[in-house]
């Protein structure tokens, strides 16, 4: 089975940046489609952004459009988010997700709204922290 693990979080200023990864472990990523989500206690999962990798079609959150960036690295299994003018929103436990093996993948031209659903993965790693504050 996959697993998919989180780096690259941190504790940074407004304004600064940071890259968070996703690598998947034991074998290449079983789904076309991963998610970045991020999480705060006591409130859903909110999808960050996602990317089809058979497509390469990205999808943003309205509150990160602009200051976020999705890039793959299929050589090193990996998927990055590049966070830069960061701001106490942006506070939380982002992780990455994906869909089980033999799950269909998410259908082509389906919209944002079902890209950024966590209920379209099912299969998550145990996410990095992203703390904002001066």
């Known amino acids: 089975q996959v697993q998919l693990v989180e780096s690259g979080g941190g504790s940074v200023q407004p304004g600064g940046s940071l890259r968070l990864s996703c690598v998947a472990s034991g074998r290449a990523f079983s789904s076309y489609n991963i998610g970045w989500f991020r999480q705060v206690p006591g409130k859903e999962r909110e999808g960050v952004a996602s990317?089809?990798?058979?497509?390469?079609?990205?999808f943003y959150a309205d509150s990160v459009k602009g200051r976020f960036v999705v890039s793959e690295d299929r050589a090193r299994n990996a998927i990055y988010l590049q966070m830069d003018s960061l701001n106490s929103q942006d506070t939380g436990l982002y992780r990455c997700?994906?869909?089980?093996?033999?799950?269909?993948?998410?259908?082509?031209?389906?919209?944002?709204?079902?890209?950024?659903?966590?209920?379209?993965?099912?299969?998550w790693g145990r996410g990095t922290q992203v703390t904002v504050s001066s």
């Open positions: 990317i089809s990798r058979s497509t390469g079609t990205i």
């Open positions: 997700g994906t869909r089980s093996h033999g799950r269909s993948p998410i259908p082509d031209g389906s919209p944002a709204s079902v890209c950024l659903d966590r209920k379209e993965y099912d299969f």
